[in-house]
């Protein structure tokens, strides 16, 4: 496991420096770095947030997705025993006493009826675990669907960030047209707008930008 692990995120690291590569590539990238490196801010770590802002760093979905449903699965599984073996344990000739009484080895009156003799608690726990695995699956499932998207936003705002901290600016133009390169670049057509990232940035950047300018009053 360790090895397709790392084989796997070795695929990924070789696909990130060959985004990279390829936006600069594309018409208009290398002149917009070289202004924004004119007013300081890293090519270098401008070309790795662009790539990672588009590329689909997806090898934990499978994995996740086998062990949503190997959760979902046990837990039907678990509730279909359990009501199963709860029938049989509620059935009174499932139990030897009956048997001993018919078969004259034993007086009627030392049957047990069923219920004193059911291990009942056995299938409440089975019934909890069961809700387990089914909420912990439902959690992998809003991960599956809510992730990726929040990582990506998440990926274009530490690109903001970054762009702001280096320069003093926002620069949401040449931004706009970095990413629509790299998404370019990536297979993908996506146009940015610099209303677009106007937008972002108001909305999730600068309360960061914000937070980080009341612990660095002199910045």
């Known amino acids: 496991m360790k090895d397709t692990w790392r084989e796997t995120w070795e695929r990924s690291e070789r696909k990130h420096r060959q985004l990279q590569d390829q936006i600069l590539a594309i018409s208009g990238s290398q002149r917009v770095l070289r202004r924004l490196t004119r007013e300081g801010a890293n090519p270098e770590k401008m070309l790795s947030l662009l790539a990672s802002a588009v590329q689909d760093v997806d090898f934990w979905r499978k994995p996740m997705r086998g062990k949503k449903r ?9 509730e279909t025993v359990a009501k199963h ?9 499932c139990y030897g006493g009956p048997w001993l009484a018919i078969l004259g080895m034993d007086k009627w ?7 004193e003799l059911a291990p009942v608690w056995i299938f409440g726990f089975m019934r909890f675990y069961a809700k387990n695995c089914r909420e912990k699956a439902k959690g992998f499932g809003n991960i599956l669907r809510g992730w990726p998207l929040r990582q990506k936003r998440a990926k274009i705002d530490n690109l903001l960030l970054e ?9 949401d133009k040449e931004i706009a047209l970095l990413l ?4 370019e670049a990536a297979g993908h057509k996506r146009v940015f707008t610099e209303d677009q990232i106007k937008k972002q940035r108001q ?9 980080y300018r009341r612990l660095h009053p002199a910045s």
Do not use: F, M
């Open 180 to 183: 629509t390169n790299a998404y």
């Open 109 to 115: 009156e030392n049957v047990k009826p069923a219920k």
């Open 203 to 211: 909305r999730y950047v600068v309360p960061r930008i914000e937070a």
């Open 85 to 93: 073996a709860q029938r049989i344990s509620l059935d009174a000739l």
């Open 163 to 171: 762009v702001w901290l280096r320069t003093g600016k926002y620069h």
């Open 70 to 78: 190997e959760l979902e699965s046990v837990a039907n599984q678990l």
